[in-house]
């Protein structure tokens, strides 16, 4: 069974950054694109950012400018920087596998304002 784990949630400050961590046992990680997913409380589950295998990366427009997501295939871990925090970006972050659909269990990010 392949495991997606997140870390690096919290809570912080609008205005603030937080860096998450996502660390996969899967061998053939750095053949899958990865996706950072979040979602807020009454909400639908929404992308946040995707990188390829090749490095390419795409962004919600909401986070474009403020988050980067980067990988690293020696590690088996992907990353979602974030930067410029605001209240609306507060939500159950996920982890996700794109190529075999596996998630995450997700970790809390809140923004106070």
């Known amino acids: 069974q392949v495991q997606l784990v997140e870390s690096g949630g919290g809570l912080v400050q609008a205005g603030g950054s937080l860096r998450l961590s996502c660390a996969t046992s899967r061998a053939s990680f750095s053949d899958n694109t990865m996706g950072w997913y979040r979602q807020a409380p009454g909400k639908q589950r929404e992308l946040v950012a995707r990188?390829?295998?090749?490095?390419?990366?795409n962004y919600a427009d909401s986070v474009k400018g403020r988050f980067t997501i980067s990988r690293d295939n020696a590690k088996r871990m992907v990353y979602l920087q974030m930067n410029s925090l605001k209240p609306e970006d507060t939500a159950v972050y996920y982890c996700?596998?794109?190529?075999?659909?596996?998630w995450g269990q997700g970790t809390q990010v809140t923004v106070s304002s």
């Open positions: 990188i390829s295998t090749g490095g390419g990366t």
């Open positions: 996700k596998d794109e190529t075999f659909g596996s």
